[in-house]
C-alpha cells in the first residue's frame, strides 16, 4: 500500500508518524513518466492476454479510445487508472515532493539514489508493458493537452 502512496496518503499517515515518533520531516521523492506515454504504458499492460475478458481490459479499444475513456468524468473500468498530477498534489499544508525526476531519465535518477543511499545500484526492468507502437491521433493529442494540462505543466516543470 506504501510502495506507490500518494502524497496525500504519505501526508495522512506516514508524516504524522515520523514527526511524533523521529521528530523529523522526511522527503519526498516520485518518478513522473511523460502523460501520453504513461497512458500507453498503462494501454498496453491491460492488453496483456491474461487481461481479455476482464473489464478492464483494453483488448479490441484502440489507443484513441483509452485515452477518450481516460478524458471522461465518470470513467470505464478500463481507463480508471488515475492521474499522475494528482498522485503527486501538494497539500494544503505544504507536504509535497521534494525530489521529482522524469521516468524517462533513468541515468539521473540511479545517480541521486546511489548518492543518497551510499550504494551502488544494478537495476533490471521488471513488470514491463507489452511492446507495440501507439500513436494518438492529433486531435485526441490536442483534446488530452487541453484537458489535463496540469499533468503536462508538472512533467515541463521537472529539471
Same mark, same amino acid.
Given at each position: 500500500m506504501l510502495k506507490h502512496a500518494p502524497v496525500y496518503r504519505y501526508n495522512r499517515f506516514v508524516r504524522p508518524m515520523f514527526e511524533r515518533v523521529c521528530n523529523a520531516e522526511l522527503e *519526498?521523492? &516520485?518518478v513522473m513518466r511523460e502523460p501520453v506515454s504513461w497512458l500507453g504504458s498503462?494501454?498496453?499492460y491491460r492488453q496483456r492476454p491474461f487481461m481479455s475478458g476482464k473489464p478492464n481490459s483494453t483488448?479490441? *479499444?484502440s489507443f484513441d479510445d483509452f485515452?477518450? &475513456?481516460y478524458m471522461k468524468g465518470?470513467?470505464?473500468g478500463f481507463a480508471d487508472v488515475g492521474s499522475q498530477f494528482q498522485f503527486m498534489k501538494t497539500q494544503p499544508n505544504g507536504t509535497g515532493v521534494t525530489h521529482l525526476f522524469r521516468y524517462e531519465d533513468q541515468p539521473r535518477l540511479n545517480a541521486?539514489?546511489?548518492d543518497r543511499l551510499n550504494v551502488k545500484l544494478s537495476l533490471a526492468q521488471e513488470n514491463v508493458s507489452p511492446k507495440m507502437p501507439l500513436a494518438l491521433s492529433d486531435d485526441v493529442a490536442t483534446r488530452f493537452r487541453r484537458k489535463c494540462a496540469e499533468e503536462f505543466d508538472l512533467y515541463a516543470s521537472i529539471e
Open positions: *519526498i521523492m &516520485a498503462w494501454y498496453r483488448e479490441g *479499444i485515452v477518450l &475513456a465518470d470513467k470505464p541521486f539514489l546511489e
